[in-house]
């Protein structure tokens, strides 16, 4: 990845990695390279979360797209997959989400889906950060052919909502819910369309004020909802993040079904209606070894992805693959959208549970999660990717692979957003995990501090 897009778009801290200045010279950029490959008038759609820097950033890529000569259509507050999903019903160009994701309120980010509605491809970013760093100015549009301003705040959200309604066959009566919206872009669509597939639902954390998304609340932030499920007897709860591209469930028990669950849950099921082209699914190479197991004994292919969205989505557009996830709760239904999509994902388990009669636990107990561990460990942006590589961070880490062979895996790779070193140690015996992914932490920590001194 460049200077400026990681593996999820621009993300940075409001006004101080990430300014007004940055978000209009990459409105101006992605305007100028996408507008220069048509023979029509270029047509971006921006759709935004909660933060209080939102609306700050909206303003400064409209300016910078329309600068250019491209026009702009407003889908206001609303989730990073329906912004995929209009893009490529109403034709548009490119699709702008701005949004942090599951992160803190004063982080922000820009990610860009272009005309199919899949991410730009790394070629398209490396063009757009090429005009971002050069220091001549781009020659903006003047007259008649500076660019316009369309509202469609209210009709993008009723048109997604519909759209995911009609992903299911029948309705979800029957079932009561606990919904955790995150205080982020779902509140403005889960109530809409749990009221339109006839679920019984309580709707909470779908009171943003700026800076309460993702606080103590959403898919990273667990512990209510399930207090919520367990006093209030409910059958499932349902969690998204702040853009809804992701969503974790609770079972009635206060059991957490993450995304290799529900992935797993939903890909059986497919199985047995013959919907699962080759009997296969991706899912990350931080899956649990226990999803593989359950996998191989259902009959089913697991193919590893790195870890990334985008990069679950190549290997399922490689293989021809429709279903694909991580356990964070991203997961792609390809045959419905193009991206993961947290709404949708929920409706497609809730359909499942609903039509099977059984308890979420029971989808929950169905595989064997062997005991992993995963600690970060703080490492510069300059050093974290080659610190894997360094000679004593190797050396531990090969001693520990050979004490587990078959029993167990270690996993060792840079953050894609943050100034963070991943560390995942997986196995049968839980107490050498722990004490595998201690011995690697403290390496690396020692390893860190020496080269920052040279």
């Known amino acids: 990845m460049g200077k400026y897009f990681g593996t999820d778009g621009i993300r940075g801290r409001a006004n101080i990695e990430l300014d007004p200045m940055l978000a209009f010279h990459t409105g101006q950029a992605a305007a100028h390279v996408l507008s220069s490959k048509n023979g029509h008038k270029t047509k971006i759609l921006i759709g935004k979360d909660t933060r209080i820097s939102s609306d700050m950033l909206e303003a400064a890529l409209v300016a910078g797209i329309c600068s250019m000569g491209v026009d702009v259509e407003l889908l206001g507050v609303i989730t990073t997959p329906a912004v995929a999903f209009m893009t490529v019903k109403h034709k548009a160009d490119a699709g702008i989400v701005i949004s942090a994701s599951h992160n803190p309120f004063e982080h922000n980010g820009i990610k860009i889906f272009g005309s199919m509605g899949y991410k730009l491809n790394d070629d398209l970013e490396e063009q757009i950060e090429g005009l971002i760093s ?29 759209f995911l309604a009609g992903t299911i066959d029948g309705d979800l009566s029957g079932l009561k819910i606990a919904v955790d919206c995150a205080n982020g872009a779902s509140c403005k669509t889960a109530a809409k369309l749990f009221s339109k597939v006839n679920a019984d639902c309580e709707i909470k954390f779908d009171e943003p004020d700026g800076i309460n998304i993702n606080s103590d609340c959403g898919s990273t932030h667990l512990n209510s909802l399930r207090q919520r499920v367990v006093s209030g007897g409910f059958d499932v709860g349902v969690a998204f ?3 809804a591209d992701r969503c974790l469930m609770v079972c009635e028990n206060g059991e957490i079904l993450d995304g290799d669950r529900i992935m797993a849950a939903c890909a059986l099921e497919m199985k047995r209606e013959g919907r699962l082209k080759g009997d296969t699914f991706v899912a990350t190479v931080m ?6 197991a359950f996998a191989k004994s259902a009959g089913m292919h697991v193919v590893c992805a790195d870890v990334g969205d985008r990069f679950v989505l190549e290997e399922m557009l490689k293989g021809g693959f429709i279903l694909g996830g991580e356990q964070s709760g991203h997961v792609i ?39 992993q561990v995963l600690t970060n460990v703080k490492v510069p942006n300059d050093m974290k ?32 957003t943050e100034s963070l070193v991943r560390i995942m140690v997986e196995g049968k ?26």
């Open 241 to 243: 993040d702040g853009d």
């Open 287 to 292: 899956s649990n070894l226990g999803l593989h």
């Open 385 to 416: 990717k080659a610190i894997a590589s360094e000679e004593k961070v190797a050396e531990v880490i090969r001693e520990e692979e050979n004490a587990f062979g078959e029993d167990g895996r270690i996993l060792v790779r840079p953050s894609g």
């Open 134 to 162: 050069n220091p001549e100015p781009l020659r903006m549009k003047t007259h008649h052919e500076i660019g316009r301003v369309i509202r469609n705040e209210g009709a993008a959200a009723d048109e997604y909502v519909s």
């Open 333 to 371: 239904f390809l045959n419905h959208i193009t991206t993961g999509d947290g709404q949708l994902t929920a409706l497609q388990f809730l359909s499942l549970l609903k039509k099977s009669g059984k308890k979420a636990s029971e989808f929950f107990n169905m595989i064997e999660q062997y005991p």
């Open 429 to 454: 015996d839980e107490a050498r995990v722990k004490n595998a992914a201690k011995k690697i932490a403290d390496v690396i920590n020692r390893v860190t501090e020496e080269k920052k001194k040279m």
